[in-house]
């Protein structure tokens, strides 16, 4: 069984490693993701959950993001769940500008200012999860539907490339809210008597068309009685969404969670 388990991880890992490799490794990003949460049952059919998370980018050198959040879920059916939550963030942003007045002029395309700051988000989503079971496997499609806003700020001054100096200007970025809609797919194996639980998951965001792509490998194991650590691979597509400066991830994600 543990031969059999081995196999499929690998397997499902080099279906994802050879996704990640259809982009050019230039444009690639890396980041560490960590998060600890806390689940209460309610009753047989809800609960609720706090998360904390903390992340990292550019090659796991830069803080880039810390969120909060508080969610509850609740079971229609055997196969059906749906869910609600809000989530506190505190993200670290890159801001380009380049010049494109004069398609005429030299220096057109080139990097024009540049803003390095952090700001909050406030996000709320809503989530209807069904699940199907085959022998050991399990199959399970989420619909979220998510709603992020991002409050106006105003920061002191941007680097200005032309002059190779900070300009000493205050600029003012608009509020600004979004929303997505995120489908995943998801299968894994659990058989009783097994402490550790392998998936794996493919999540398309989508705002209109699609902006980013999630392919992910993992492995949930059981500790002990109500404890889980969870350790993942993922690879990002980022380069049809302006909210990720267009680059690429890789993520190596650590989780901790407990259930009362």
């Given at each position: 069984m543990k031969k059999q388990l081995f196999i499929t991880l690998a397997l499902l890992?080099?279906?994802?490693?050879?996704?990640?490799?259809?982009?050019?490794?230039?444009?690639?990003?890396?980041?560490?993701?960590?998060?600890?949460?806390?689940?209460?049952?309610?009753?047989?059919?809800?609960s609720v959950?706090?998360?904390?998370?903390?992340?990292?980018?550019?090659?796991?050198?830069?803080?880039?993001?810390?969120?909060?959040?508080?969610?509850?879920?609740?079971?229609?059916?055997?196969?059906l769940k749906v869910g609600a939550g809000y989530t506190f963030l505190y993200n670290h942003n890159d801001k380009y500008t380049y010049h494109d007045e004069d398609p005429n002029k030299a220096n057109y395309g080139k990097?024009?200012?540049?803003?390095?700051?952090?700001?909050?988000?406030?996000?709320?989503?809503?989530?209807?999860?069904?699940?199907v079971g085959l022998g050991d496997w399990k199959f399970d499609l989420r619909?979220?539907?998510?709603?992020?806003?991002?409050p106006e700020k105003t920061i002191d001054e941007r680097y200005d490339f032309d002059d190779e100096d900070w300009d000493g200007k205050q600029k003012t970025y608009s509020g600004k809210g979004k929303n997505t809609l995120r489908s995943r797919l998801q299968?894994?194996?659990?058989?009783?008597?097994?402490?550790?639980?392998?998936?794996?998951?493919?999540?398309?965001?989508?705002?209109?068309?699609?902006?980013?792509v999630r392919y992910t490998v993992g492995l949930d194991w059981k500790i002990v009685k109500g404890q889980t650590l969870g350790?993942?691979?993922?690879?990002?597509?980022?380069?049809?969404?302006?909210?990720d400066n267009d680059r690429n991830m890789h993520i190596l994600g650590l989780s901790y969670k407990v259930k009362f």
């Open positions: 890992a080099a279906t994802l490693l050879a996704s990640a490799q259809s982009e050019p490794k230039t444009s690639d990003d890396f980041g560490i993701w960590t998060d600890i949460s806390a689940e209460k049952k309610l009753s047989k059919k809800a959950e706090i998360e904390a998370e903390y992340r990292t980018a550019n090659n796991a050198n830069q803080n880039s993001r810390w969120s909060m959040g508080l969610s509850g879920e609740y079971k229609l059916t055997k196969w990097l024009n200012k540049y803003a390095s700051y952090w700001g909050p988000r406030h996000r709320v989503n809503v989530d209807v999860t069904g699940a619909e979220r539907w998510q709603y992020t806003y991002r299968v894994s194996y659990d058989k009783k008597g097994l402490d550790v639980e392998p998936y794996a998951n493919v999540e398309l965001y989508n705002a209109w068309s699609v902006e980013k350790v993942y691979y993922r690879y990002q597509d980022n380069s049809k969404d302006d909210d």
